[in-house]
């Protein structure tokens, strides 16, 4: 008999992913793309584009739109709520490029975390950072994983410079 209680989130993750209204295989491309077009189109004062790149429409297409709330305390740190937006970047472009030249990779927006306090940011690999005025956060290789340290109050790691 199959185990029934296997899931690919996290009990608490999957519960606040249902309750934001998720469910698998849930994919809104047309959204991703109109995100997608609004982002290229858009040009900093300085110049400064954004990136776009398939992973990121692909996070946008099954997450965007999404406000998340922890269902319950952290583990390590308090829980983040998350809106999975990437216009919450569009006037980033710079912070972006410096952290994806930083990291040798190209960033895009996804969303924010604590209404606004963090922008959320992920790689053309899938992996997740978030951006606040403290410093540059790995969260994850994947937005699964992400959301799960977001979700449950894990403690992320601080990028350091290499210094």
């Known amino acids: 008999m199959p ?3 296997t899931t690919r989130f996290p009990v608490p993750v999957d519960a606040a992913l249902r309750e934001a209204g998720w469910q698998p295989g849930r994919r809104d491309i047309r959204q991703a793309e109109e995100w997608a077009d609004a982002l290229r189109a858009h040009i900093t004062p300085a110049g400064h584009r ?4 398939p992973s990121a429409v692909e996070a946008w ?8 709330s922890a269902p ?3 583990r390590q740190i308090a829980p983040a709520s998350v809106l999975i937006d990437p216009m919450a970047g569009i006037h980033l472009a710079r912070t972006l490029a410096d ?3 930083s990291l040798d990779t190209e960033i895009a927006p996804l969303g924010e975390e604590n209404h606004g306090q963090a922008v959320l940011a992920i790689d053309i690999t899938g992996r997740v950072f978030s951006i606040d005025h403290t410093g540059d956060w790995y969260l994850g290789p994947d937005v699964d994983h992400a959301l799960g340290t977001l979700l449950t109050g894990m403690e992320p790691a601080r990028l350091t410079s290499g210094a």
């Open 3 to 5: 185990d029934l209680n």
């Open 50 to 53: 954004l990136n776009v790149f």
């Open 61 to 68: 297409a099954e997450f965007g739109g999404l406000r998340l």
């Open 72 to 74: 319950g305390p952290g």
């Open 99 to 101: 952290l994806g030249r």
